[in-house]
């Protein structure tokens, strides 16, 4: 088995740092290297992706109950963006006051990004707070959200709404769970990484440019590298800033309009639609003589050799402009927007003009 580990340490509060794991390989007894597992002193509710592979289901099942020393109970549940509602929450809820978990238990999240944001919230409020681990099966679940803390649910048609900081104690990403994704949810984890690469780092960048046949094959050794990459540079975002109040915004480039997108109810899969949005982010950055023409060239290039989409077909509009407003009428008072200015660099723009960001969106419809 091939696992590299590292710590993510939040800042001012290092007591809160945790381990995160990364295997290319797996072997029997892997759950007995996430030490957050062995730790555990209470009961232990596993939420499980429904929809995963049996036999990847079969075999967390085992490796936790191995690991853990406490008593193990589990529950399916259907992922999606549909789970991250209040409708999805009760049942979470419900299990934990059944299994009567305790403060000291332990929820695990086993499953991609939509389980993990709910499963997170579910321990976030459970006691005020029960511990987590996050396993993370999806490539998005990997590079992105099963770190920084960040856990809630929709409400409203407005994205991540009702939400907090919780931050797990152990993640473990398997890079032999990503073979079972369906080309889209790998796409949409490539999305992520198109983001990290033109918005922070010029290295994620040209390994996606370089690599994108082997990308694209699933190649275990450079899946590694990405997740690696994207996980110490995610890390390092919250480790300066964990509530989002600074340096972490520019990890929401392209988020205004992909939440926009998504607020619409176009079926695009999350990180899809950020690809869409650092598409819209670069057109305006241009627009407004941030950035040169010939960087939406070349992230046009590079999302066509991952095969991501670089435009959306006619529909109407109108619902992703009010989308757009509303989730920028919820903000704080000055509005921003993440533009990327050259490859791996982007800086946080205060107030674009409406109809500067109307237009970068209308831009993605074709028609
Ligand atoms: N908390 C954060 O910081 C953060 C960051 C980025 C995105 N997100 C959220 O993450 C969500 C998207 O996550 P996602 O892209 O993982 O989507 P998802 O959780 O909906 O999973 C996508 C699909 O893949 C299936 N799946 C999961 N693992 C699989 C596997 N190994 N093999 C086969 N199928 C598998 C799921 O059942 C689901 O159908 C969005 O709700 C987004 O808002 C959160």
């Known amino acids: 088995m091939t696992m590299e580990s590292f710590d993510v340490v939040v800042r001012r509060r290092e007591s809160q740092s945790y ?37 990847l289901k079969q075999d967390i099942i085992s490796e936790i109950a191995d690991a853990c020393p406490g008593t193990l109970s589990s529950m399916e549940l259907s992922a999606g963006e549909q789970l991250k509602g209040m409708g999805g929450l009760k049942p979470v809820l419900r299990k934990m006051a059944d299994v009567r ?20 919230f579910a321990a976030a409020i459970w006691h005020r707070g029960t511990p987590w681990v996050v396993l993370p099966t999806t490539l998005l679940a990997q590079v992105d959200s099963a770190i920084g803390g960040k856990v809630g649910v929709n409400m409203g048609g407005l994205k991540n709404m009702v939400g907090a900081f919780h931050q797990p104690v152990g993640v473990f990403c398997a890079i ?35 690599s994108s046949k082997l990308i694209r094959a699933r190649d275990s ?12 540079l995610k890390a390092e975002y919250v480790a300066f800033d964990e509530r989002d109040k600074g340096r972490r915004r520019h990890l929401n480039l392209g988020h ?24 819209a982010a670069t057109r305006l950055s241009v627009a407004l003589g941030m950035a040169d023409q010939s960087l939406e060239h070349q992230l046009l290039d590079l ?28 903000q704080e008072e000055h509005k921003v927007v993440i533009l990327p200015v050259r490859i791996g660099q982007s800086i946080v723009y205060e107030d674009p003009p409406l109809p500067d960001l109307e237009q970068a969106l209308e831009s993605l419809f074709l028609h």
């Open 19 to 55: 381990r995160v794991t990364i295997a290319e390989t797996l072997d029997h007894g892997w759950a007995r290297g996430v030490p957050a597992l062995l730790a555990s002193t209470g009961n232990v509710l596993l939420c499980l992706d429904a929809e995963l592979p049996l036999a």
């Open 101 to 120: 978990l305790r403060r000291d238990g332990l929820v695990v999240a086993a499953g991609g990004g939509s389980l993990g944001d709910l499963a997170g």
């Open 176 to 210: 032999p769970w990503l073979s079972s994704l369906t080309s889209t949810h790998f796409q949409s984890g490539l999305g992520e990484l198109v983001k990290y690469g033109l918005g922070m780092d010029e290295y994620t960048w040209d390994l996606l440019w370089n």
């Open 221 to 232: 050794a450079v899946l590694k590298r990405l997740v690696r990459r994207a996980i110490s």
């Open 256 to 279: 205004t309009f992909a939440h926009a997108l998504e607020g619409a109810g176009y079926q695009l899969e999350h990180g899809q639609a950020v690809a869409l949005g650092l598409v």
């Open 303 to 330: 999302l066509s050799r991952l095969g991501l989409p670089r435009s959306i077909a006619a529909a109407p509009m109108d619902k992703a402009f009010a989308a757009m407003e509303a989730d920028k009428k919820h």
